[in-house]
């Protein structure tokens, strides 16, 4: 057997000093074929991704790429479905027992930052496999604001005004760069920050997009009891939520 062929399957480098298990790790984001973004508005944070229902057997509620992971902190995870679990329970772990023993929920910042060097670990080990999915985070920090940070399968996590993972990715962040140029954050209420990250993602994939083909997960958001006042905490948007902004969005049409 090779040297370079040995290299492939294993996490020592390759003469080129390249490290296939990370590469392939990144290549199996898009693998999926779904696309989400996250974007960051003044007093709340936004993570969309596409919903896919593989087969007409499947019972929807149970196909889901948004996740809680504690009180204040939510994601969408993009890539492998099954690792995206794996991953989200461990996160759910890390959260958990951060609050357990400092008395107050992980921030969004510290969450990434812990996950981030869990990835990394698994890209030094030849018995581990870097896990084939990218984690988009947002909270509302009590000190900070809204807060939106991404890992990736390297362990790399950086903080940002708005981001996209999946195959379509170069195009969405073409387009929220455009709308977010010199500005810090998207302006406008949550209502309009969810309607931007709907129109960015329907005009990457050229498509018009019916309730049950998106999923939303918000904090700052409304209060799912329906009272006035917003929410801080995670949630995703129902189906009802998220039709009430595609009809806004086809009404400025």
């Known amino acids: 057997m090779s040297g370079s062929a040995y290299d492939r399957h294993i996490t020592i480098f390759s003469d080129q000093g390249r490290l296939y298990q990370v590469e392939y790790a990144f290549k199996a984001i898009t693998s999926a074929n779904i696309t989400s973004l996250g974007v960051r508005g003044k007093n709340c ?12 057997l499947i019972d929807p509620s149970s196909v889901s790429h948004i996740f ?27 959260a958990a027992e951060f609050r357990y023993k400092y008395g107050y ?3 969004c910042d510290v969450l990434s930052k812990r996950l981030a060097n869990i990835n990394q670990v698994y890209t030094q080990r030849a018995y581990m496999r870097p896990l084939g999915v990218a984690m988009t985070l947002i909270s509302i920090d009590s ?19 708005a981001t996209a993972s999946g195959p379509k990715q170069q195009e969405a962040l073409n387009y929220l ?28 994939l050229s498509v018009d997009f019916k309730k ?29 939520e998220i039709d009430e902004r595609l009809q806004a969005i086809s009404e400025k049409d």
């Open 45 to 56: 944070a936004v993570v969309l991704s596409q919903k896919k229902v593989a087969d007409k």
């Open 68 to 94: 809680r992971l504690s009180p204040s902190v939510g994601c969408v995870m993009t890539g492998s479905i099954a690792d995206a679990r794996a991953s989200v329970d461990r996160a759910r772990g890390e």
């Open 105 to 107: 929920e992980m921030p």
């Open 143 to 161: 000190e900070k604001g809204p807060q939106l940070y991404k890992c990736d399968p390297a362990g790399y996590y950086v903080g940002y005004k």
């Open 177 to 204: 760069e455009k709308k977010l140029k010199n500005k810090d954050y998207a302006e406008g209420s949550w209502e309009e920050v969810v309607e931007l990250g709907i129109t960015a993602l329907s005009n990457v």
């Open 212 to 240: 049950h083909e998106l999923e939303i997960g918000i904090v700052g958001g409304p209060r799912a009891d329906g009272q006035e006042g917003t929410d801080i905490g995670f949630r995703a948007l129902t189906e009802e």
